[in-house]
Every structure is written in C-alpha cells, then in structure tokens.
C-alpha cells in the first residue's frame, strides 16, 4: 500500500497534482449539487474545495501547479471570449452603449472602494499591501481574467522591489466566496425588504403584455390581392412591411407549406399572418382582405422534437421573446435558454443575444424554421 500512501503525500510527483486536481474538482461539482433554499453555488464550490485543500496543505510541484495556473487561465479567458464575443459589438446596436458606460463606472467604483479600504484600514508603508487589495478586489467581484492580468503586470513590476512577489491569489480566493454569497445575499434581501413575490410579478406582466396592442399577437388569413406582391419573396415584402410579422403558413395551388424566406408570393394566394395587434389593419391593407373561411391544416400526426439553436444572427439581437409569438405564429415553444454557461429563465421580456442558445420543441419542420430564423450557424 505504500504507492497509494506515496500518491497522496509526495508532492514533487505529477501523479499526485492530477489526483489532486481531480479530487478538489469532483468534490467541488458534487458540493455544487446541494441546494440551500433552492440556491446552489454550482462550479463556483470547485474554488471553494481548492481553498480548503490549500488551506490543510494539500499542494504540488511549483512548475507544474504555474503550469496548470497559466493554462486553466488561458483556457477560462478563451472560452469567454468565444461565448461572449459575437454578440459584443452587436450589443451596441441595443442600448449598449448606456449599458457599456453603467460597467465601467461600476468598475471605477469598486476600484475607489478598494483604494479607500486601502489607505483607511492598512499600513501604506507595507509594500505588499495594496498588491493583497488588488487580488482581494478581483476576488471581490468574482474576475478572474483580472487576477491574471493584475499577477503578470505584479511580476513585471516587482523585479525591482527586494522580496518574493506576493500571492495575490491568496486575497483573491479569500474575498471570491463573499463576492458570490453577497450577490445571491443581497438579491434575497431586496426581494424580502421590498416583500415582492415572484408569482404576482409573473401575473402582472402577462396582464401587461395582454393589453398591449404593440406585443398582442393577433393571427390573420389573407388574400394576396395586392399586385405588387406578385412574384416578391417573403423576405423582401417583411423588409418593405418593416413590422414585426410572420408568415406562418401559404396556400398556392391547393398546396399548404411553411413559407421560406426564398418562397414567391402569387396573386390570388392565401396566407396565414401572425403579427402585433396594432400593425394588423396597415398590414392587412397591404396584403388584401382577410378571408372569411379560412381553411385549416391539421398537425396532430407531426412528430415533436427538441432541438438547441444557437442565435447567431445579428437582426435577432436585442429582440425580446415575447415578441416573437413563438407558440402562436411558429407552434413551437422554447423551453430554456442558454447564456454564457448559465441557463436562464425563458422570460416573456428576455432579450436575445448573438451567442445565446435556445432548447425549442415543436414539430420538426417548425423547428428547423426556427433554427433558420435564428441562424444556428455554429
């Protein structure tokens, strides 16, 4: 037994520091499970195992633990930018800019709270004290591609100060578990100060969105008897109407079919529309009368799937889901969204981002519409 001994307490072997790894990560994403008043911290228990095997002595070769620092850096910062990145400078576009400025100056403030808890409560004769505040600040609102940034400007600066850099991860992992607990914390303690319930804020925005003529969606058969229609595919009369509005199915010849972008409109067809309440009588003018007996296509025998899209095109960034009438106009229903590694609640007023992902369940053919619509361009 003297080899499963050795595995745990020879810390220059590289058995040993994957052993290690594999134990704080399996324990940390097992701990992450537990829910405490239906919260749970998820992967963010990893770092807290870690802190805690750290703390008991648990530790490896210093090359090899710089090496799985800096690589586990560039990886987390990597797939940040991937996840993040295409939907960047789309977000401009929405309001972005307001948003952009609102970060930075929350930055800025977190920057002075640290100075000012700096000069009020620490000896500024002690050199490793603000680089300590610098790692406690990063930990403090939970950044991680700051830390490394902060430690490699640290050592390049620090070759010209006598002493061992300091461990600003120490302050960083000290500060990361109040930085995430205040967060869930202090959500909870708005919503018990300001005694709201979450169910009658739901009732109130479905009341809300109901007596909005601009998100009611209201569904139309018509009759194409505009000639200007005739021969105009469905994308060039929804970029002429410049509304909000759907297609949802076209009668041609006898023939009932989900209508493409690149399907042409003819003289005499029939079209179910699905738009805004307040758009219909602009766009039923355009089109041509509604029809007094619409026919009907029954779906019941069509095979429902589920399926995950990924939004990646730019006109769908900034638009919000209840707008889009996707149980009604399309017969799909979206069931969860995807941000950044997190899933979301699928909100009526939940705005979309390039980059986000969406589970839809619908019948297969309404499906594959909507993985059109939003791109799905991996």
């Known amino acids: 037994m003297d080899w499963i001994i050795n595995l745990f307490t020879n810390t220059e072997s590289i058995a040993h520091i994957a052993l290690l790894y594999a134990v704080v990560i399996a324990v940390g994403i097992l701990l992450g499970k537990i829910k405490?008043?239906?919260?749970?911290?998820?992967?963010?228990?990893?770092?807290?195992?870690?802190?805690?095997?750290?703390?008991?002595?648990?530790?490896?070769?210093?090359?090899?633990?710089?090496?799985?620092?800096?690589?586990?850096?560039?990886?987390?910062?990597?797939?940040?930018?991937?996840?993040?990145?295409?939907?960047?400078?789309?977000?401009?576009?929405?309001?972005?800019?307001?948003?952009?400025?609102?970060?930075?100056?929350?930055?800025?403030?977190?920057?002075?709270?640290?100075?000012?808890?700096?000069?009020?409560?620490?000896?500024?004769?002690?050199?490793?004290?603000?680089?300590?505040?610098?790692?406690?600040?990063?930990?403090?609102?939970?950044?991680?591609?700051?830390?490394?940034?902060?430690?490699?400007?640290?050592?390049?600066?620090?070759?010209?100060?006598?002493?061992?850099?300091?461990?600003?991860?120490?302050?960083?992992?000290?500060?990361?578990?109040?930085?995430?607990?205040?967060?869930?914390?202090?959500?909870?303690?708005?919503?018990?100060?300001?005694?709201?319930?979450?169910?009658?804020?739901?009732?109130?925005?479905?009341?809300?969105?109901?007596?909005?003529?601009?998100?009611?969606?209201?569904?139309?058969?018509?009759?194409?008897?505009?000639?200007?229609?005739?021969?105009?595919?469905?994308?060039?009369?929804?970029?002429?109407?410049?509304?909000?509005?759907?297609?949802?199915?076209?009668?041609h010849d006898g023939n009932v079919s989900i209508p493409s972008s690149r399907d042409v409109f003819h003289m005499g067809d029939e079209v179910l529309v699905v738009c805004a309440a307040a758009d219909a009588e602009a766009i039923q003018a355009f089109i041509g009368p509604e029809i007094e007996k619409p026919w009907e296509e029954d779906q019941s025998n069509q095979p429902l799937i589920s399926k995950r899209i990924v939004i990646t095109n730019p006109s769908m960034n900034g638009k919000e889901l209840g707008k889009m009438h996707f149980s009604s106009v399309y017969g799909v229903t979206v069931t969860r969204i995807s941000r950044q590694g997190m899933d979301l609640f699928a909100s009526r007023n939940y705005r979309f981002q390039v980059g986000d992902k969406i589970l839809v369940v619908g019948p297969t053919d309404n499906v594959n519409r909507i993985a059109d619509l939003m791109g799905n361009s991996v």
């Open 36 to 251: 405490i008043g239906g919260i749970s911290l998820g992967v963010t228990f990893v770092l807290f195992a870690g802190i805690v095997a750290g703390h008991i002595g648990f530790t490896g070769p210093t090359n090899i633990l710089s090496f799985i620092q800096d690589f586990g850096l560039i990886l987390f910062v990597f797939c940040i930018g991937l996840q993040v990145g295409p939907g960047f400078f789309e977000s401009f576009k929405k309001g972005g800019v307001t948003l952009n400025l609102l970060s930075t100056t929350l930055v800025l403030l977190n920057v002075g709270v640290m100075f000012a808890c700096y000069f009020i409560f620490f000896d500024t004769n002690d050199k490793t004290n603000l680089p300590m505040m610098v790692g406690t600040l990063y930990g403090a609102v939970t950044n991680t591609p700051g830390l490394g940034a902060a430690n490699e400007a640290l050592e390049s600066v620090w070759k010209a100060v006598d002493g061992a850099v300091p461990q600003i991860a120490a302050g960083y992992a000290c500060a990361y578990p109040l930085g995430v607990l205040g967060i869930i914390g202090a959500t909870i303690a708005v919503r018990f100060l300001t005694r709201t319930k979450l169910e009658e804020e739901e009732e109130e925005l479905k009341e809300e969105a109901g007596d909005n003529a601009h998100t009611k969606p209201l569904q139309m058969h018509l009759k194409v008897d505009n000639t200007y229609l005739a021969g105009r595919t469905v994308k060039q009369i929804n970029e002429f109407l410049n509304r909000d509005v759907v297609f949802s199915r076209l009668l």
